[in-house]
């Protein structure tokens, strides 16, 4: 019986995704996602504050500085739960 195509395209249609994480204990994937999660808020911070230092309105700056305070509270939470 012949699939047709070649190789690659066989590969491409039904090969199966790569586990990469199979040999991680469950300590190992929850380090590796509290990691991502400060990661995460820390652009998300970085981001906050670049809003902040091109806006003229001044609502949208009280906004601005109260979501870098909530995002860094949950920051220094994370870091104390290490």
């Known amino acids: 019986m012949a699939l047709g195509g070649t190789t ?6 039904f090969a ?5 994480h199979i040999n991680q204990t469950d ?5 590796l996602e509290h990691n991502a999660h400060v990661e995460a808020l820390k652009t998300l911070a970085t981001d906050l504050r ?3 230092e091109h806006t003229t309105d001044e609502k949208y700056k009280r906004y601005l500085a109260l979501k ?3 995002t860094n ?3 220094e939470h994370l870091r104390t739960e290490e």
């Open 16 to 20: 199966t995704s790569v586990v990469t």
């Open 27 to 31: 300590e190992e994937q929850a380090i």
């Open 8 to 13: 690659v395209e066989y590969d491409r249609k």
């Open 73 to 75: 509270q949950r920051l």
């Open 50 to 52: 670049n809003c902040l």
């Open 68 to 70: 870098i305070d909530r």
